[in-house]
């Protein structure tokens, strides 16, 4: 598209995620629905992913870009066989994980740029969704203007993990994985147009990454209010709690609510927690889980589809965010969203979504066990508190993060990227 083409003129676009497995956390949520959004305004998107693949709804179209998928179950961390090498990028793949990095930033980049060179011609904007890596800079020879969203810098989660790092040779071993940063913050400085999901991430990237304030732009995203909305034919289960955490990752705070759940089961002896996440097999949530007695009164549940995600909220008294930090925050956004009252910290970007305390959610600092059991208990033991707090809740999330404003916005900003690509340079 060259400059003074028609604004209302459909755009081609090519959505690249390296990580687009909505399972596998934030960004396959947001490739998924960001895309049927799109699509649904009238643009041709195709979504450009690697292993593991994300799933796409009807009308999306996916090029697979497979990589050696060093991290597949049941065989994480495998050796391929000698047949499975096919090039360079393969072999500098398999390199980078032998010696304890992670490389499928880089390699997806690289993958990706190839195969854009093939296809020259045939997008008017390339969206990158935080792959970051150095096989993007330099799409503008190839007549391409780059949008690039970061919904949040993972130097926080490497700050986080190594504070909670026991040992020497544990912290030595996440300096090592979280290596590929040092690219991420070097290709973030280059990019002329990111895109975040909160005011919270804009300005953990411009001090992280150094990107100029003038580059980073704020479009937040949504709920899908097609599956998350009320029903009032779903009976409320007396007692339960439910979150959205991984007992791997320290930023979302899991250990902190099972220390919560053990102080309100004093009061409230019915309180039960159902994690969606998997059980872990050892660390502190489990030796949390040991110490309390509390193996009877949490449950985790893994690989459901977004509709038995949404009855199970429905289904609880409670949602809990506990996190330490978000870039943003689907599940406190997805939980407003089917009036299930909100129990949520205030770190990084969750005040954002979550809105005033005592109003739309009740918000408790971060870190802090004793405050989300008091929290947590007020809500338990009051339903005309329960019921306050979720319309109003679910009355924020209609009127501010849905994602077909997300799509509107997002063109927006792809229009502007094509029109600063066909200006000459200074």
């Keep these: 598209m060259t400059a003074g083409a028609d604004e209302d003129r459909p755009l081609r676009i090519a959505l690249l995620t390296?990580?687009?497995?909505?399972?596998?956390?934030?960004q396959g949520v947001y490739v998924r629905h960001l895309s049927r959004?799109?699509?649904?305004?009238?643009?041709?998107?195709?979504?450009?992913?690697?292993?593991?693949?994300p799933v796409l709804d009807e009308g999306v179209p996916l090029a697979p870009l497979p990589s050696l998928d060093l991290y597949r179950q049941p065989d994480p961390f495998r050796t391929p066989r000698r047949d499975e090498f096919r090039d360079w990028i393969d072999v500098l793949e398999v390199a980078t994980m032998?010696?304890?990095?992670?490389?499928?930033?880089?390699?997806?980049?690289?993958?990706?740029?190839?195969?854009?060179?093939?296809?020259?011609g045939a997008f008017d904007v390339v969206h990158d969704n935080q792959t970051l890596g150095y096989g993007l800079l330099g799409l503008h020879r190839l007549g391409l203007?780059?949008?690039?969203?970061?919904?949040?810098?993972?130097?926080?989660?490497?700050r986080l993990e190594l504070a909670a790092a026991r040992t020497r040779k544990?912290?030595?071993?996440?300096?090592?994985?979280?290596?590929?940063?040092?690219?991420?913050k070097r290709v973030a400085r280059r990019l002329p147009r990111v895109l975040t999901v909160s005011g919270a991430s804009r300005r953990e990237i411009i001090e992280d990454f150094a990107v100029p304030p003038e580059r980073v732009h704020t479009v937040p995203i949504g709920a899908d209010t097609r599956v998350f909305h009320p029903d009032p034919a779903t009976p409320r289960t007396p007692g339960r709690i439910v979150t959205t955490s991984s007992a791997d990752a320290p930023l979302k705070g899991l250990i902190h609510l099972v220390e919560a759940l053990a102080k309100v089961r004093t009061e409230h002896p019915g309180a039960h927690l159902v994690v969606v996440g998997g059980r872990p097999t050892g660390g502190p949530v489990a030796e949390a889980l040991d110490r309390f007695g509390l193996g009877h009164a949490v449950e985790f549940v893994r690989?459901?589809?977004?509709?038995?995600?949404?009855?199970?909220?429905?289904?609880?008294?409670?949602?809990?965010?506990?996190?330490?930090?978000e870039g943003f925050c689907l599940p406190a956004a997805e939980a407003m969203a089917t009036g299930t009252p909100l129990v949520a910290t205030t770190g990084g970007a969750i005040p954002e979504v979550a809105g005033p305390d005592g109003d739309t959610c009740l918000a408790v600092p971060p870190g802090d066990a004793g405050a989300l059991a008091t929290a947590l208990g007020?809500?338990?033991?009051?339903?005309?508190?329960?019921?306050?707090?979720?319309?109003?809740?679910?009355?924020?999330?209609?009127r501010r993060f849905t994602w077909e404003r997300a799509a509107r916005d997002t063109a927006e900003h792809y229009r502007a990227a094509i029109r600063a690509a066909a200006r000459p340079p200074r």
């Design 18 to 26: 390296y990580k687009g497995n909505p399972f596998s956390g934030g």
């Design 145 to 158: 203007p780059l949008v690039t969203t970061i919904h949040h810098p993972i130097t926080v989660d490497r």
């Design 37 to 53: 959004e799109l699509a649904a305004l009238g643009h041709r998107i195709e979504v450009i992913g690697a292993q593991p693949y």
């Design 303 to 325: 690989g459901i589809t977004d509709t038995e995600l949404a009855a199970l909220i429905r289904g609880a008294q409670v949602a809990c965010v506990p996190s330490l930090y």
């Design 170 to 184: 544990r912290r030595a071993s996440l300096r090592r994985w979280y290596g590929f940063t040092r690219m991420q």
């Design 378 to 398: 007020r809500l338990l033991a009051d339903g005309d508190l329960r019921a306050r707090v979720a319309a109003a809740g679910r009355a924020r999330v209609l």
């Design 98 to 120: 032998w010696t304890g990095g992670f490389p499928e930033p880089l390699t997806f980049s690289l993958r990706a740029r190839r195969e854009l060179a093939r296809r020259r």
